[in-house]
């Protein structure tokens, strides 16, 4: 998914999750704060996606990982259910700049049927709230801009597409006009 | 990102092929046939009617050595007909002109929107061909004076083009990450407007969904190879019968 120069990619690997230590590891303290310490067994840390996905991953140590990953805040059961209540009040980008991103991360490494249908449901409701908005060009400014603002990048991005045609068009329509 | 355009055609090309479509004029002065490459236009002998590409009719009417006769289903009581079928239809777009039978020898080429005489004057006056949007637009804006009430044509127009952008997009609820979405009747300046959306809710949806997507071709897979009839195959089945 994504090149490898992607910037998103890259963005939405570099989001925290939290991970729980398994093994006590001498020297790497410096992760959470302690300088020169240990991390010890059962220490949780926040780690970003990419190092703890690799962490979790590796079994060279006797079968049992290293780290343990534990679902991010922004996909907490709490937000799921906000978001199965009304997913046009949730302010996507303050829990994770790359919302969905994420998302389809977590994904991946574990089975949730409920949260796929969830993550649809809400991207579908705001995406009709932002083709909306994006046809209304007072839309972004006045009684939409809280919505607005509460966009994940990937919404943002559809936004943007939604809006540039819309001005072709329109652009078009004042240019015969003019001939 | 390397291309400074969109994928798709924007609305100033969709326009110039829009300019191939047919429409009636009326010339008022003589003019030989002309012989050009994309083949041979009538001879223009003043009072009688004669179908031209729009792009000619537009330079005629606007050197005023013709005037253009609307295509029947931009008069207004065709296009109110319209706008009523789709503000009370909720679903789908009011259908496309009906295809004219295919000719009956095997070389005969099919049908397509820019060969049909959907604009001439003696179009179907009850259906939207896949460029009314263009067409209307541009003889409103050059061949207004040819229209009996070009306002609330100008008007009914607005009106369409607002309910069946609605339609497009309340239609992108509907959708699922392998699903589609019924575009039947929508023109070629509202696909253009649409696609940059669609595309990227599509998009998205399949991201979401990409773990269940594995899932099911891991699964398939495994039927597979275990001798059993995939269920893939069967949907392929289904989507052709229909």
């Not at chain 1, 303050?94 to 991946?108: K, S």
Request: proline content about 9%.
């Amino acid at each position: 998914m994504g090149s490898y120069y992607d910037v998103d990619a890259i963005l939405t690997d570099a989001q925290k999750v939290p991970c729980t230590f398994e093994l006590t590891v001498p020297g790497l303290g410096y992760i959470e704060g302690n300088m020169s310490g240990d991390v010890k067994q059962g220490s949780k840390v926040e780690l970003p996606l990419w190092l703890g996905e690799m962490l979790a991953l590796s079994q060279s140590l006797n079968t049992s990982s290293l780290v343990t990953l534990d679902p991010p805040s922004a996909l907490a059961p709490r937000v799921l259910n906000a978001l199965k209540a009304d997913p046009k009040t949730v302010d996507l980008r303050a829990l994770a700049p790359h919302f969905y991103n994420l998302g389809a991360r977590i994904l991946d490494l574990w089975d949730e049927e409920e949260m796929i249908e969830v993550l649809s449901d809400t991207f579908k409701a705001r995406a009709a709230v932002i083709a909306d908005q994006a046809h209304n060009p007072r839309g972004a400014l006045g009684e939409g801009a809280d919505f607005m603002r509460g966009l994940d990048e990937n919404e943002r991005q559809l936004f943007r597409a939604a809006h540039d045609s819309a001005k072709a068009v329109r652009a078009w329509m004042a240019d015969i006009k003019k001939k | 990102m390397a291309l400074p355009l969109p994928p798709g055609l924007t609305p100033p090309e969709i326009a110039f092929l829009c300019e191939m479509e047919l429409v009636t004029v009326i010339p008022r002065q003589r003019l030989e046939g002309l012989e050009l490459l994309g083949g041979r236009l009538p001879p223009l002998n003043p009072p009688h009617r004669t179908p031209l590409p729009l792009w000619l009719a537009l330079l005629l009417k606007r050197q005023r050595r013709a005037n253009i006769l609307p295509p029947p289903w931009l008069a207004p009581h065709s296009l109110t007909a319209i706008l009523d079928h789709e503000t009370n239809k909720e679903e789908g777009f009011s259908p496309p002109p009906r295809l004219p039978p295919l000719a009956a020898s095997s070389t005969a080429l099919a049908f397509s929107p820019p060969f049909l005489a959907s604009s001439t004057a003696e179009a179907a006056p009850d259906a939207l061909p896949y460029h009314w949007l263009e067409i209307g637009e541009m003889l409103l804006e050059a061949a207004s004076d040819d229209f009996e009430e070009p306002d609330s044509v100008r008007k009914l127009l607005r009106g369409l083009r607002e309910v069946r952008m609605a339609k497009l997009r309340k239609g992108v609820e509907l959708l699922y990450a392998d699903g589609g979405i019924q575009l039947n009747g929508v023109g070629a300046m509202e696909v253009s407007e649409g696609r940059a959306f669609v595309t990227g809710v599509i998009d998205n949806l399949r991201k979401i969904g990409a773990s269940r997507e594995q899932q099911r071709k891991d699964r398939d897979r495994e039927d597979r190879e275990n001798g059993y009839p995939s269920t893939a195959d069967y949907d392929d089945d289904e989507m052709e019968m229909q």
